[in-house]
Nanobody, 122 residues
Protein backbone atom coordinates (compact mmCIF):
# COMPACT_ATOMS: atom_id res chain seq x y z
CA UNK A 1 0.00 0.00 0.00
CA UNK A 2 1.40 3.38 -1.02
CA UNK A 3 0.57 6.60 0.79
CA UNK A 4 1.41 10.24 0.25
CA UNK A 5 1.43 12.15 3.50
CA UNK A 6 1.40 15.94 3.32
CA UNK A 7 2.33 18.46 5.96
CA UNK A 8 2.43 22.21 6.10
CA UNK A 9 -0.18 24.54 4.79
CA UNK A 10 -2.34 26.85 6.85
CA UNK A 11 -3.07 30.55 6.97
CA UNK A 12 -0.58 33.19 5.90
CA UNK A 13 -0.75 36.89 5.12
CA UNK A 14 -0.20 38.13 1.59
CA UNK A 15 3.48 38.49 0.81
CA UNK A 16 4.46 35.87 3.33
CA UNK A 17 6.11 32.47 2.92
CA UNK A 18 4.80 28.99 3.52
CA UNK A 19 6.27 25.56 2.99
CA UNK A 20 4.74 22.20 2.23
CA UNK A 21 6.21 18.74 2.35
CA UNK A 22 5.04 15.38 1.11
CA UNK A 23 6.46 11.96 1.88
CA UNK A 24 5.74 8.80 -0.04
CA UNK A 25 5.65 5.64 2.01
CA UNK A 26 4.81 2.00 1.55
CA UNK A 27 5.93 -0.64 -0.85
CA UNK A 28 7.69 1.49 -3.45
CA UNK A 29 10.09 0.28 -6.11
CA UNK A 30 10.84 3.60 -7.75
CA UNK A 31 9.49 7.12 -8.03
CA UNK A 32 9.37 8.88 -11.38
CA UNK A 33 7.98 12.28 -10.44
CA UNK A 34 6.65 14.03 -7.35
CA UNK A 35 4.96 17.36 -7.18
CA UNK A 36 2.07 19.55 -6.21
CA UNK A 37 -1.22 20.49 -7.79
CA UNK A 38 -3.78 22.87 -6.42
CA UNK A 39 -7.51 23.42 -6.74
CA UNK A 40 -9.43 26.50 -5.74
CA UNK A 41 -13.22 26.50 -5.40
CA UNK A 42 -14.90 26.53 -8.80
CA UNK A 43 -11.62 26.06 -10.64
CA UNK A 44 -9.86 23.14 -12.23
CA UNK A 45 -6.96 21.42 -10.56
CA UNK A 46 -3.71 22.82 -11.92
CA UNK A 47 -0.03 22.00 -11.75
CA UNK A 48 1.97 24.00 -9.22
CA UNK A 49 5.35 22.31 -9.46
CA UNK A 50 6.80 18.93 -10.34
CA UNK A 51 10.23 17.38 -10.06
CA UNK A 52 11.60 14.40 -11.97
CA UNK A 53 13.42 12.35 -9.38
CA UNK A 54 16.11 10.82 -11.57
CA UNK A 55 17.26 14.06 -13.18
CA UNK A 56 16.12 16.71 -10.73
CA UNK A 57 14.50 18.66 -13.53
CA UNK A 58 11.54 20.79 -12.50
CA UNK A 59 8.37 22.19 -14.03
CA UNK A 60 6.24 25.01 -12.68
CA UNK A 61 2.84 26.41 -13.42
CA UNK A 62 2.94 29.69 -15.33
CA UNK A 63 1.47 31.55 -12.38
CA UNK A 64 4.43 30.67 -10.15
CA UNK A 65 6.67 33.28 -11.77
CA UNK A 66 9.72 32.40 -9.69
CA UNK A 67 7.95 32.59 -6.35
CA UNK A 68 7.96 28.87 -5.52
CA UNK A 69 10.75 26.30 -5.37
CA UNK A 70 10.34 22.55 -5.41
CA UNK A 71 13.05 20.23 -4.12
CA UNK A 72 13.37 16.63 -3.10
CA UNK A 73 15.17 14.39 -0.67
CA UNK A 74 15.31 11.17 -2.63
CA UNK A 75 16.59 9.11 0.28
CA UNK A 76 13.45 10.04 2.21
CA UNK A 77 11.04 9.89 -0.76
CA UNK A 78 10.06 13.42 0.21
CA UNK A 79 9.35 16.51 -1.82
CA UNK A 80 9.26 20.06 -0.52
CA UNK A 81 7.57 23.17 -1.84
CA UNK A 82 8.80 26.52 -0.62
CA UNK A 83 6.31 29.24 -1.47
CA UNK A 84 7.27 32.89 -1.18
CA UNK A 85 5.46 36.14 -1.96
CA UNK A 86 2.12 34.44 -1.57
CA UNK A 87 -0.95 36.16 -2.96
CA UNK A 88 -4.65 35.76 -2.11
CA UNK A 89 -5.09 34.04 -5.51
CA UNK A 90 -2.81 31.27 -4.23
CA UNK A 91 -5.55 30.22 -1.82
CA UNK A 92 -6.46 26.63 -2.65
CA UNK A 93 -6.22 23.04 -1.54
CA UNK A 94 -2.77 21.80 -2.45
CA UNK A 95 -2.45 18.14 -3.39
CA UNK A 96 0.71 16.10 -3.44
CA UNK A 97 1.05 13.96 -6.56
CA UNK A 98 3.47 11.18 -7.39
CA UNK A 99 4.01 8.85 -10.30
CA UNK A 100 5.69 5.77 -8.94
CA UNK A 101 6.08 2.05 -9.42
CA UNK A 102 5.06 -0.05 -6.44
CA UNK A 103 7.03 -3.19 -5.66
CA UNK A 104 5.76 -6.18 -7.61
CA UNK A 105 4.06 -3.90 -10.12
CA UNK A 106 4.74 -3.85 -13.83
CA UNK A 107 4.17 -0.15 -14.44
CA UNK A 108 4.00 3.23 -12.76
CA UNK A 109 0.80 4.61 -11.29
CA UNK A 110 -0.28 8.07 -10.20
CA UNK A 111 -1.06 8.67 -6.54
CA UNK A 112 -2.59 11.65 -4.77
CA UNK A 113 -2.33 12.95 -1.23
CA UNK A 114 -5.38 13.95 0.76
CA UNK A 115 -4.77 17.67 0.21
CA UNK A 116 -3.81 20.49 2.52
CA UNK A 117 -5.47 23.89 2.68
CA UNK A 118 -3.43 27.01 1.97
CA UNK A 119 -5.19 30.27 2.71
CA UNK A 120 -3.61 33.63 1.93
CA UNK A 121 -5.25 36.62 3.53
CA UNK A 122 -5.06 40.08 2.01
Amino acid sequence: QVQLVESGGGLVRAGGPLSLSCSASGSIYSITTMGWYRQAPGRQRELVARITISSGSTNYGDFVKGRFTISSDNAKNTVYLQMNSLEPDDTAVYYCHAVLTPRNADWATAYWGQGTQVTVSS
